[in-house]
Nanobody, 123 residues
Framework: VQLVESGGGLVQAGGSLRLSCAAS????????MGWFRRAPGKERELVAA????????YYIDSVKGRFTISRDNAKNTVYLQMNSLKPEDTAVYYC?????????????????WGQGAQVTVSS
């Protein structure tokens, strides 16, 4: 499956951005989807994830209550709505897909990756 992110950019602290990730190539609805980020000098981290069924979502503690992951299977797209952005949210954000039998909480289970979208939050 091919993944292409869009929607990154520069925003002031407290602002909002919505990232989109368009998928093509295989049956999107049969994949768990996740959003990751990598800040300069830091490890990649799983920010939010949603199983193929659209059930229980996962969020890293630092974004709970501010970020929302959603998916539209009819449009083969997953979104990350980011509100109340903070300078520490600055990073390259990647969407990724994991097969239906994978554990969507596990970074190592994601097989397909987008090219990344830069999000910069100014103070």
């Amino acid at each position: 499956v091919q993944l292409v992110e869009s929607g990154g950019g520069l925003v002031q602290a407290g602002g909002s951005l919505r990232l989109s990730c368009a998928a093509s190539g295989r049956t999107f609805s049969r994949y768990h989807m996740g959003w990751f980020r990598r800040a300069p000098g830091k490890e990649r981290e799983l920010v939010a994830a949603m199983p193929w069924s659209g059930g229980s979502t996962y969020y890293i503690d630092s974004v709970k209550g501010r970020f929302t992951i959603s998916r539209d299977n009819a449009k083969n797209t997953v979104y990350l709505q980011m509100n109340s952005l903070k300078p520490e949210d600055t990073a390259v954000y990647y969407c990724a897909a994991a097969g239906i039998f994978s554990n969507y909480h596990e970074v190592e289970d994601y097989d397909y990756w987008g090219q990344g979208a830069q999000v910069t939050v100014s103070s």
